[in-house]
Protein backbone atom coordinates (compact mmCIF):
# COMPACT_ATOMS: atom_id res chain seq x y z
CA UNK A 1 0.00 0.00 0.00
CA UNK A 2 1.09 3.42 -0.76
CA UNK A 3 1.13 5.99 1.15
CA UNK A 4 -0.79 9.35 0.51
CA UNK A 5 2.93 11.57 1.29
CA UNK A 6 4.72 9.14 -1.03
CA UNK A 7 1.99 9.74 -3.92
CA UNK A 8 2.34 13.54 -3.53
CA UNK A 9 6.20 13.41 -3.57
CA UNK A 10 4.80 11.42 -7.11
CA UNK A 11 4.01 14.51 -8.46
CA UNK A 12 7.41 15.67 -8.44
CA UNK A 13 8.81 12.92 -10.58
CA UNK A 14 6.18 13.86 -12.77
CA UNK A 15 7.23 17.73 -12.97
CA UNK A 16 11.10 17.12 -12.80
CA UNK A 17 10.67 15.02 -16.10
CA UNK A 18 12.26 15.75 -18.52
CA UNK A 19 14.59 18.63 -16.13
CA UNK A 20 16.17 15.37 -14.72
CA UNK A 21 17.23 14.23 -18.37
CA UNK A 22 20.92 14.28 -17.08
CA UNK A 23 19.88 10.92 -14.95
CA UNK A 24 17.57 9.61 -17.22
CA UNK A 25 17.13 9.12 -21.18
CA UNK A 26 14.93 11.32 -22.82
CA UNK A 27 13.68 8.74 -24.26
CA UNK A 28 12.53 4.87 -24.04
CA UNK A 29 15.61 2.76 -24.12
CA UNK A 30 16.45 0.84 -27.38
CA UNK A 31 14.48 -2.39 -26.38
CA UNK A 32 11.62 -0.52 -24.95
CA UNK A 33 11.67 1.92 -27.89
CA UNK A 34 11.79 -1.29 -30.31
CA UNK A 35 8.37 -2.85 -28.05
CA UNK A 36 6.76 0.71 -28.93
CA UNK A 37 7.35 0.78 -32.83
CA UNK A 38 6.52 -2.72 -33.07
CA UNK A 39 3.21 -2.08 -31.85
CA UNK A 40 2.58 0.53 -33.87
CA UNK A 41 3.97 -0.96 -37.17
CA UNK A 42 1.61 -3.82 -36.90
CA UNK A 43 -1.06 -1.44 -36.34
CA UNK A 44 -0.49 0.67 -39.07
CA UNK A 45 0.23 3.90 -37.23
CA UNK A 46 3.24 5.96 -37.69
CA UNK A 47 5.39 6.32 -34.35
CA UNK A 48 4.69 10.11 -34.17
CA UNK A 49 0.97 9.24 -33.24
CA UNK A 50 1.84 7.84 -29.67
CA UNK A 51 2.42 10.18 -26.64
CA UNK A 52 3.28 8.38 -23.79
CA UNK A 53 4.20 8.73 -20.00
CA UNK A 54 4.33 6.40 -17.30
CA UNK A 55 5.64 6.97 -13.46
CA UNK A 56 6.26 4.11 -10.89
CA UNK A 57 4.85 5.59 -7.97
CA UNK A 58 7.11 4.00 -4.85
CA UNK A 59 10.36 4.86 -6.25
CA UNK A 60 9.34 8.23 -7.79
CA UNK A 61 10.89 7.17 -10.92
CA UNK A 62 10.09 7.61 -14.49
CA UNK A 63 9.26 4.24 -16.87
CA UNK A 64 8.42 5.80 -19.98
CA UNK A 65 8.20 9.02 -21.78
CA UNK A 66 7.17 9.69 -25.49
CA UNK A 67 6.03 13.01 -26.88
CA UNK A 68 4.86 12.89 -23.15
CA UNK A 69 4.44 17.17 -23.06
CA UNK A 70 2.24 17.41 -26.15
CA UNK A 71 -1.26 18.59 -25.92
CA UNK A 72 -4.25 16.76 -27.63
CA UNK A 73 -7.96 16.04 -27.56
CA UNK A 74 -8.20 13.63 -24.19
CA UNK A 75 -12.09 13.13 -24.81
CA UNK A 76 -13.56 11.44 -22.15
CA UNK A 77 -10.22 10.33 -19.81
CA UNK A 78 -11.03 13.94 -18.80
CA UNK A 79 -13.85 12.18 -16.60
CA UNK A 80 -11.52 11.06 -14.35
CA UNK A 81 -10.39 14.70 -12.86
CA UNK A 82 -13.51 15.85 -13.72
CA UNK A 83 -15.29 13.34 -10.54
CA UNK A 84 -12.15 13.18 -8.94
CA UNK A 85 -13.18 17.30 -8.19
CA UNK A 86 -17.00 16.43 -7.65
CA UNK A 87 -16.15 14.06 -5.06
CA UNK A 88 -13.73 16.69 -3.48
CA UNK A 89 -16.56 19.20 -3.60
CA UNK A 90 -19.77 17.13 -2.66
CA UNK A 91 -18.04 14.51 -0.55
CA UNK A 92 -18.80 10.74 -1.39
CA UNK A 93 -22.25 10.37 0.49
CA UNK A 94 -23.94 13.74 -1.49
CA UNK A 95 -27.17 12.22 -3.26
CA UNK A 96 -29.25 14.00 -5.54
CA UNK A 97 -32.92 14.88 -4.36
CA UNK A 98 -36.00 15.02 -7.09
CA UNK A 99 -39.17 16.32 -5.42
CA UNK A 100 -42.71 17.76 -5.17
CA UNK A 101 -44.00 20.42 -3.25
CA UNK A 102 -47.31 21.49 -2.66
CA UNK A 103 -49.41 25.12 -2.03
CA UNK A 104 -52.65 26.45 -1.84
CA UNK A 105 -56.09 25.04 -0.66
CA UNK A 106 -57.41 21.51 -1.89
CA UNK A 107 -59.83 22.82 -4.24
CA UNK A 108 -56.63 24.64 -6.30
CA UNK A 109 -53.31 23.23 -5.53
CA UNK A 110 -50.78 23.56 -7.01
CA UNK A 111 -48.15 21.34 -7.44
CA UNK A 112 -44.31 21.72 -8.56
CA UNK A 113 -41.72 18.97 -9.38
CA UNK A 114 -38.54 20.53 -8.42
CA UNK A 115 -35.34 18.47 -10.19
CA UNK A 116 -32.23 17.85 -7.97
CA UNK A 117 -29.34 17.33 -10.62
CA UNK A 118 -29.90 13.56 -10.73
CA UNK A 119 -27.66 12.02 -13.01
CA UNK A 120 -29.42 8.49 -12.86
CA UNK A 121 -33.00 9.64 -12.57
CA UNK A 122 -35.20 7.16 -14.72
CA UNK A 123 -38.73 6.50 -15.21
CA UNK A 124 -39.23 3.63 -12.49
CA UNK A 125 -37.99 6.56 -10.15
CA UNK A 126 -40.71 9.03 -11.31
CA UNK A 127 -43.32 6.44 -11.11
CA UNK A 128 -42.31 6.03 -7.06
CA UNK A 129 -42.42 10.02 -6.64
CA UNK A 130 -46.19 9.53 -8.83
CA UNK A 131 -47.24 6.56 -6.03
CA UNK A 132 -45.71 8.90 -2.99
CA UNK A 133 -48.22 11.61 -4.44
CA UNK A 134 -51.09 9.61 -4.41
CA UNK A 135 -50.23 7.98 -1.19
CA UNK A 136 -50.06 11.57 0.14
CA UNK A 137 -54.06 11.60 -0.73
CA UNK A 138 -53.74 13.83 -3.74
CA UNK A 139 -56.18 13.14 -6.91
CA UNK A 140 -55.99 16.19 -8.69
CA UNK A 141 -54.00 19.77 -8.63
CA UNK A 142 -55.70 23.21 -10.44
CA UNK A 143 -51.84 23.44 -11.68
CA UNK A 144 -49.12 21.71 -12.10
CA UNK A 145 -45.52 23.14 -12.62
CA UNK A 146 -41.70 22.23 -13.18
CA UNK A 147 -38.67 23.79 -12.03
CA UNK A 148 -34.94 22.12 -12.67
CA UNK A 149 -33.68 23.37 -9.60
CA UNK A 150 -30.49 25.71 -9.67
CA UNK A 151 -28.10 23.72 -12.65
CA UNK A 152 -29.08 25.51 -15.69
CA UNK A 153 -30.92 23.97 -18.67
CA UNK A 154 -28.56 23.93 -22.00
CA UNK A 155 -30.26 22.75 -25.30
CA UNK A 156 -26.59 20.57 -25.48
CA UNK A 157 -23.55 19.29 -23.95
CA UNK A 158 -21.34 20.88 -26.80
CA UNK A 159 -23.04 23.08 -29.19
CA UNK A 160 -20.40 21.96 -32.24
CA UNK A 161 -20.87 18.46 -31.69
CA UNK A 162 -23.90 16.11 -33.41
CA UNK A 163 -27.12 17.24 -32.25
CA UNK A 164 -29.13 14.22 -33.04
CA UNK A 165 -26.57 11.83 -31.39
CA UNK A 166 -27.51 10.73 -27.73
CA UNK A 167 -24.01 11.59 -26.56
CA UNK A 168 -24.71 14.99 -26.91
CA UNK A 169 -28.32 15.34 -24.98
CA UNK A 170 -29.93 18.54 -23.49
CA UNK A 171 -28.67 19.47 -19.65
CA UNK A 172 -31.00 19.91 -17.33
CA UNK A 173 -31.39 19.60 -13.18
CA UNK A 174 -34.68 17.93 -14.14
CA UNK A 175 -33.18 15.18 -16.82
CA UNK A 176 -34.48 11.44 -16.81
CA UNK A 177 -33.76 8.81 -18.51
CA UNK A 178 -30.51 9.89 -19.87
CA UNK A 179 -32.43 12.67 -21.96
CA UNK A 180 -33.21 10.23 -23.99
CA UNK A 181 -35.96 9.11 -26.11
CA UNK A 182 -37.02 6.03 -28.10
CA UNK A 183 -38.61 6.78 -32.03
CA UNK A 184 -40.45 4.05 -33.88
CA UNK A 185 -41.02 5.10 -37.25
CA UNK A 186 -43.06 3.47 -40.60
CA UNK A 187 -43.89 5.53 -43.91
CA UNK A 188 -47.32 4.05 -44.78
CA UNK A 189 -49.89 5.32 -47.44
CA UNK A 190 -47.20 8.35 -48.24
CA UNK A 191 -47.23 10.13 -44.49
CA UNK A 192 -44.61 9.19 -42.27
CA UNK A 193 -45.94 8.41 -38.71
CA UNK A 194 -43.54 8.64 -35.74
CA UNK A 195 -44.17 6.60 -32.09
CA UNK A 196 -41.92 8.33 -29.02
CA UNK A 197 -41.64 6.56 -26.01
CA UNK A 198 -40.10 6.99 -22.84
CA UNK A 199 -38.85 3.97 -20.39
CA UNK A 200 -40.73 3.56 -17.37
CA UNK A 201 -41.21 0.95 -15.22
CA UNK A 202 -39.87 -1.34 -17.40
CA UNK A 203 -42.40 -0.24 -20.12
CA UNK A 204 -42.60 2.17 -22.99
CA UNK A 205 -44.60 4.84 -22.01
CA UNK A 206 -46.40 6.83 -24.89
CA UNK A 207 -44.65 10.59 -24.45
CA UNK A 208 -46.23 13.91 -25.73
CA UNK A 209 -44.78 16.91 -27.05
CA UNK A 210 -42.91 14.85 -30.21
CA UNK A 211 -43.55 14.68 -33.49
CA UNK A 212 -42.29 13.85 -36.74
CA UNK A 213 -42.48 14.56 -40.30
CA UNK A 214 -40.74 13.79 -43.52
CA UNK A 215 -37.67 15.75 -44.53
CA UNK A 216 -37.06 17.72 -47.64
CA UNK A 217 -36.21 15.84 -50.29
CA UNK A 218 -32.89 17.81 -49.77
CA UNK A 219 -32.28 16.62 -46.33
CA UNK A 220 -28.71 14.84 -46.28
CA UNK A 221 -29.11 13.61 -42.51
CA UNK A 222 -31.02 10.80 -41.24
CA UNK A 223 -32.69 13.33 -38.80
CA UNK A 224 -33.17 16.59 -37.90
CA UNK A 225 -34.45 18.60 -35.10
CA UNK A 226 -36.32 21.74 -34.59
CA UNK A 227 -38.28 23.70 -31.32
CA UNK A 228 -41.93 23.39 -31.89
CA UNK A 229 -44.03 25.70 -29.79
CA UNK A 230 -45.84 22.46 -27.92
CA UNK A 231 -42.22 20.27 -28.22
CA UNK A 232 -39.98 19.47 -30.23
CA UNK A 233 -40.14 17.77 -33.99
CA UNK A 234 -38.12 15.70 -35.94
CA UNK A 235 -37.49 15.48 -39.44
CA UNK A 236 -37.15 11.72 -41.03
CA UNK A 237 -34.54 12.03 -44.17
CA UNK A 238 -35.69 10.59 -47.18
CA UNK A 239 -32.99 8.13 -47.73
CA UNK A 240 -34.15 6.35 -44.23
CA UNK A 241 -35.76 3.02 -44.44
CA UNK A 242 -39.28 2.70 -44.25
CA UNK A 243 -39.53 1.39 -40.91
CA UNK A 244 -36.85 1.62 -37.86
CA UNK A 245 -36.49 2.15 -34.53
CA UNK A 246 -34.23 4.82 -32.54
CA UNK A 247 -33.14 6.48 -29.38
CA UNK A 248 -32.87 10.12 -29.98
CA UNK A 249 -31.67 13.40 -27.58
CA UNK A 250 -34.02 15.20 -25.65
CA UNK A 251 -33.28 19.32 -26.43
CA UNK A 252 -36.07 20.26 -23.79
CA UNK A 253 -35.77 17.95 -20.96
CA UNK A 254 -37.59 19.56 -18.35
CA UNK A 255 -40.93 19.73 -19.63
CA UNK A 256 -40.27 16.69 -20.74
CA UNK A 257 -39.96 14.85 -17.65
CA UNK A 258 -42.88 16.69 -16.37
CA UNK A 259 -45.23 15.62 -19.25
CA UNK A 260 -43.69 11.84 -18.21
CA UNK A 261 -44.79 12.46 -14.28
CA UNK A 262 -48.22 13.86 -15.43
CA UNK A 263 -48.79 10.66 -18.03
CA UNK A 264 -47.47 8.24 -15.19
CA UNK A 265 -49.72 10.60 -12.76
CA UNK A 266 -52.69 9.77 -14.90
CA UNK A 267 -52.03 5.84 -14.96
CA UNK A 268 -51.85 6.11 -11.07
CA UNK A 269 -55.46 8.35 -10.37
CA UNK A 270 -53.82 11.43 -10.10
CA UNK A 271 -55.27 14.03 -12.46
CA UNK A 272 -52.41 17.08 -13.36
CA UNK A 273 -52.86 19.64 -15.80
CA UNK A 274 -50.31 20.37 -18.78
CA UNK A 275 -47.16 21.79 -16.82
CA UNK A 276 -46.21 24.94 -17.07
CA UNK A 277 -42.49 26.41 -15.79
CA UNK A 278 -42.74 27.74 -12.49
CA UNK A 279 -40.84 28.23 -8.92
CA UNK A 280 -42.59 26.25 -5.69
CA UNK A 281 -44.57 29.55 -3.46
CA UNK A 282 -43.44 30.77 -0.78
CA UNK A 283 -46.08 28.55 1.23
CA UNK A 284 -45.50 25.85 -0.49
CA UNK A 285 -44.38 22.47 1.51
CA UNK A 286 -42.68 18.95 0.10
CA UNK A 287 -45.27 16.01 -0.42
CA UNK A 288 -42.59 13.63 -2.00
CA UNK A 289 -39.22 12.98 -2.78
CA UNK A 290 -37.06 10.29 -4.05
CA UNK A 291 -33.54 10.52 -3.66
CA UNK A 292 -30.90 9.29 -5.50
CA UNK A 293 -27.76 7.40 -5.49
CA UNK A 294 -24.23 7.99 -3.24
CA UNK A 295 -21.87 10.47 -5.39
CA UNK A 296 -19.49 7.18 -4.20
CA UNK A 297 -22.11 4.70 -5.83
CA UNK A 298 -22.58 7.21 -9.44
CA UNK A 299 -19.04 7.91 -10.14
CA UNK A 300 -17.81 4.29 -11.07
CA UNK A 301 -20.98 4.46 -13.12
CA UNK A 302 -20.37 7.60 -14.84
CA UNK A 303 -16.37 6.34 -15.46
CA UNK A 304 -17.35 2.69 -16.09
CA UNK A 305 -19.80 3.35 -19.18
CA UNK A 306 -18.33 6.93 -19.92
CA UNK A 307 -22.17 8.72 -20.11
CA UNK A 308 -21.84 12.37 -20.47
CA UNK A 309 -25.05 13.61 -19.59
CA UNK A 310 -24.16 12.26 -15.59
CA UNK A 311 -20.76 13.50 -16.06
CA UNK A 312 -21.88 17.13 -16.90
CA UNK A 313 -24.66 16.88 -13.72
CA UNK A 314 -21.97 15.71 -11.40
CA UNK A 315 -19.46 19.02 -12.30
CA UNK A 316 -22.32 21.47 -12.48
CA UNK A 317 -24.17 19.96 -9.29
CA UNK A 318 -19.98 20.73 -7.58
CA UNK A 319 -20.37 24.14 -9.14
CA UNK A 320 -23.26 26.34 -7.82
CA UNK A 321 -23.97 29.41 -9.35
CA UNK A 322 -21.87 28.38 -12.92
CA UNK A 323 -23.80 29.49 -15.37
CA UNK A 324 -22.94 27.28 -18.12
CA UNK A 325 -20.71 23.91 -18.72
CA UNK A 326 -17.63 25.98 -19.19
CA UNK A 327 -17.84 28.04 -16.08
CA UNK A 328 -18.28 24.96 -14.02
CA UNK A 329 -15.22 23.31 -15.35
CA UNK A 330 -13.11 25.90 -15.47
CA UNK A 331 -13.33 26.54 -11.38
CA UNK A 332 -12.89 22.31 -11.28
CA UNK A 333 -9.56 22.75 -13.62
CA UNK A 334 -8.60 25.57 -11.07
CA UNK A 335 -8.46 22.93 -8.39
CA UNK A 336 -7.02 20.17 -10.26
CA UNK A 337 -4.24 22.19 -10.88
CA UNK A 338 -3.91 23.62 -7.14
CA UNK A 339 -4.62 19.69 -5.73
CA UNK A 340 -1.05 18.33 -7.93
CA UNK A 341 1.44 20.08 -7.04
CA UNK A 342 5.01 20.22 -8.89
CA UNK A 343 2.86 19.56 -12.54
CA UNK A 344 3.52 21.61 -15.70
CA UNK A 345 -0.11 22.38 -16.40
CA UNK A 346 0.65 24.50 -19.03
CA UNK A 347 -2.01 23.92 -22.41
CA UNK A 348 -4.08 21.89 -19.86
CA UNK A 349 -7.98 22.38 -20.26
CA UNK A 350 -10.96 21.02 -18.94
CA UNK A 351 -13.57 22.73 -21.68
CA UNK A 352 -16.34 19.97 -20.17
CA UNK A 353 -16.89 17.40 -17.56
CA UNK A 354 -17.47 14.43 -20.01
CA UNK A 355 -14.71 15.40 -22.08
CA UNK A 356 -16.92 15.53 -25.15
CA UNK A 357 -15.69 18.41 -28.14
CA UNK A 358 -12.69 19.09 -29.21
CA UNK A 359 -12.03 22.15 -26.93
CA UNK A 360 -10.08 20.35 -23.44
CA UNK A 361 -6.38 19.57 -23.76
CA UNK A 362 -4.46 17.12 -22.10
CA UNK A 363 -0.88 15.91 -22.48
CA UNK A 364 -0.04 12.50 -21.67
CA UNK A 365 1.83 13.67 -18.54
CA UNK A 366 -1.02 15.50 -17.34
CA UNK A 367 -3.30 12.33 -17.93
CA UNK A 368 -0.94 10.15 -15.70
CA UNK A 369 -1.01 13.32 -13.06
CA UNK A 370 -5.02 13.07 -13.34
CA UNK A 371 -4.71 8.96 -12.29
CA UNK A 372 -2.21 10.14 -9.77
CA UNK A 373 -4.46 12.46 -7.82
CA UNK A 374 -7.11 10.37 -8.17
CA UNK A 375 -5.05 7.42 -6.22
CA UNK A 376 -3.87 10.33 -3.84
CA UNK A 377 -7.24 11.52 -2.78
CA UNK A 378 -8.37 8.06 -2.08
CA UNK A 379 -10.74 6.97 -5.23
CA UNK A 380 -8.54 5.30 -7.21
CA UNK A 381 -10.91 2.09 -6.37
CA UNK A 382 -13.37 3.67 -8.49
CA UNK A 383 -11.02 3.28 -11.79
CA UNK A 384 -13.30 0.81 -14.03
CA UNK A 385 -10.97 -2.06 -15.80
CA UNK A 386 -9.35 -1.76 -18.52
CA UNK A 387 -10.73 -3.83 -21.29
CA UNK A 388 -8.54 -4.09 -25.08
CA UNK A 389 -12.32 -4.78 -26.44
CA UNK A 390 -15.68 -2.91 -25.80
CA UNK A 391 -17.45 -6.03 -23.84
CA UNK A 392 -13.98 -8.41 -23.48
CA UNK A 393 -12.32 -9.50 -20.61
CA UNK A 394 -10.46 -6.87 -18.41
CA UNK A 395 -6.44 -7.28 -18.19
CA UNK A 396 -5.52 -8.15 -14.73
CA UNK A 397 -4.13 -5.08 -12.54
CA UNK A 398 -4.82 -2.70 -14.86
CA UNK A 399 -7.45 0.14 -14.57
CA UNK A 400 -8.28 3.01 -16.29
CA UNK A 401 -10.51 5.89 -17.57
CA UNK A 402 -11.00 5.68 -21.81
CA UNK A 403 -11.69 8.25 -24.19
CA UNK A 404 -12.72 7.74 -27.76
CA UNK A 405 -13.45 10.29 -30.50
CA UNK A 406 -12.79 10.30 -33.94
CA UNK A 407 -8.97 9.84 -34.41
CA UNK A 408 -8.21 10.19 -30.82
CA UNK A 409 -8.23 7.70 -28.05
CA UNK A 410 -6.53 8.19 -24.98
CA UNK A 411 -6.09 6.24 -21.52
CA UNK A 412 -5.50 7.88 -17.81
CA UNK A 413 -5.14 5.01 -15.10
CA UNK A 414 -2.51 3.09 -13.31
CA UNK A 415 -1.49 -0.45 -13.51
CA UNK A 416 0.80 -3.10 -12.05
CA UNK A 417 3.11 -4.15 -13.74
CA UNK A 418 4.68 -8.24 -13.49
CA UNK A 419 7.26 -7.08 -10.84
CA UNK A 420 5.11 -5.22 -8.81
CA UNK A 421 5.90 -1.93 -9.65
CA UNK A 422 2.54 0.32 -9.19
CA UNK A 423 2.62 2.72 -12.19
CA UNK A 424 0.52 5.68 -12.98
CA UNK A 425 0.22 6.37 -16.76
CA UNK A 426 -1.40 8.52 -19.59
CA UNK A 427 -1.33 6.74 -23.21
CA UNK A 428 -2.81 8.30 -26.18
CA UNK A 429 -2.86 7.85 -29.95
CA UNK A 430 -3.68 10.67 -32.13
CA UNK A 431 -3.98 11.95 -35.83
CA UNK A 432 -4.13 15.89 -34.78
CA UNK A 433 -4.51 16.79 -38.79
CA UNK A 434 -7.10 14.32 -39.56
CA UNK A 435 -9.04 15.32 -36.71
CA UNK A 436 -9.02 19.00 -37.25
CA UNK A 437 -10.15 18.36 -40.88
CA UNK A 438 -13.10 16.03 -39.32
CA UNK A 439 -14.40 18.71 -37.18
CA UNK A 440 -14.32 21.26 -40.47
CA UNK A 441 -16.40 19.25 -42.05
CA UNK A 442 -18.42 18.11 -38.90
CA UNK A 443 -22.23 18.60 -39.82
CA UNK A 444 -23.79 18.73 -36.20
CA UNK A 445 -27.03 17.31 -37.48
CA UNK A 446 -25.23 13.93 -38.40
CA UNK A 447 -24.98 11.58 -36.08
CA UNK A 448 -22.47 8.97 -37.80
CA UNK A 449 -18.72 8.47 -37.66
CA UNK A 450 -16.81 8.23 -41.25
CA UNK A 451 -15.44 5.12 -42.04
CA UNK A 452 -12.37 5.70 -42.63
CA UNK A 453 -12.68 7.50 -38.65
CA UNK A 454 -13.54 3.88 -37.40
CA UNK A 455 -11.11 2.23 -39.23
CA UNK A 456 -8.30 4.26 -37.69
CA UNK A 457 -10.07 3.84 -33.99
CA UNK A 458 -9.96 0.27 -34.42
CA UNK A 459 -6.03 0.14 -35.40
CA UNK A 460 -5.60 2.48 -32.37
CA UNK A 461 -7.31 0.33 -30.34
CA UNK A 462 -5.13 -2.88 -31.40
CA UNK A 463 -1.72 -0.82 -30.72
CA UNK A 464 -3.16 0.55 -27.27
CA UNK A 465 -3.45 -3.15 -26.13
CA UNK A 466 -0.62 -4.54 -27.21
CA UNK A 467 1.19 -1.22 -25.49
CA UNK A 468 -0.11 -1.78 -22.36
CA UNK A 469 0.22 -5.57 -22.52
CA UNK A 470 4.06 -4.80 -22.99
CA UNK A 471 4.34 -2.21 -19.91
CA UNK A 472 2.34 -5.22 -17.93
CA UNK A 473 4.70 -7.37 -18.63
CA UNK A 474 7.69 -4.89 -18.43
CA UNK A 475 8.70 -5.40 -21.79
CA UNK A 476 8.95 -1.02 -21.58
CA UNK A 477 10.91 0.53 -18.92
Known amino acids: MIDRRTLIASFGALGAWPAAAQQRPAQPRPRAQATLDQALTESGLPPDRLGLFVVDLAANAVVASSLADRAIIPASTMKLPAMVAALHVLGAEWRPVTT ?3 SGPPSASVLTLVGG ?9 LADLVRLIAQAGFTQAARFQFDPGTIPELSAIDQTQPLA ?21 RREDGAVRGDFTAVATRQRVPMEGFSLVAGAAGQSEPFRWRATETGEQWSLGPR ?8 LPIRRPSIATARLVRRLAADAG ?6 QPGRPPA ?15 IVPQVLRWSNNLAAELCGLAAAPGASDIAAAAARHQQWIQQAAPGIDWSGFRLATHSGLGSASR ?25 RPRDGGAPVEGVFAKSGTMAFAKSQAGLLTMADGRVCAFGLVLTDPERRAAYDRALDTFDRGMPSDARAWLERAQIAEAKIIEALVAGRIG
Open 362 to 386: ATPRQLAATALLAQAEGWAALLPPY
Open 165 to 185: ATYNPAVSGLSSNFNRIHLRW
Open 100 to 102: VWR
Open 283 to 297: DAREVARVEGQALIT
Open 117 to 125: GDPLLAGEH
Open 240 to 247: QPDRGEIF
Open 270 to 275: VTLPPP
